[in-house]
């Protein structure tokens, strides 16, 4: 008979905290909303307010009549798009890819605890793995949200193309609820990474021979 302490359950509230981050993260990729540029009172061809993405940007055009949306995605080969934004795309795809290799990892370390099965070194090892993912995802989505932060606070701009009908620089612009969304999303893999390294073999598993 195998009696498992509160190792495990600690083990499991890592696995869903780190589940939890990649979906805030992949949810917040796809989101516009982690720039907010606000144009001067709308003229003729700028609108009033745009949301600038990771990997799309929607423009608002507001009117005593109607309110118009207009959403265009990013190619990878646009050249238009920033520095801060492209290295954003990469850090934040590459995170995804860790978590998954990570995952894989924190399945085979849980099976291992949940059986009782003996292999001390592949459970630590498949932890490490786990936490060491986690931690780089964790940097990794901190610095997409930093880019995208230091160019809210240093005012810069785009030059979108003229189809966008975009000015380079707006009135002024805010970080948005996206940006956000992935700074907890990093909170949450650097807290499973704390857990996933702290793990030790319970030392309150017994196993009782059969009488």
Known sequence: MILLDKGFNYQVGGFAL????WILCITSMGLPQW??????????????????????????HHDNSSNI????KYSYYDTFVPLDIRISQHLLLITSIFWMIGKAATIVALRNMYTGRQEQNVTHNAFGLAA???????????????????????????????SFHMPLYPQSQKAGAAMGMAFLAAVLFLFSGVIFISYTVPLSIQVFPDI
């Open 69 to 72: 949306r207009t959403c265009y």
């Open 132 to 162: 060491i993912l986690n931690i780089i995802a964790s940097s990794f989505v901190f610095l997409a949200v930093l880019c995208n932060y230091f160019s809210v606070v240093n005012k810069e701009g785009i030059a979108f193309p003229s």
């Open 18 to 21: 780190s589940t939890i981050a």
């Open 35 to 60: 720039r907010v540029w606000y144009m001067k009172e709308p003229m003729i061809s700028y609108p009033s307010v745009a949301f600038v993405g990771v990997w799309k940007i929607c423009i608002y």
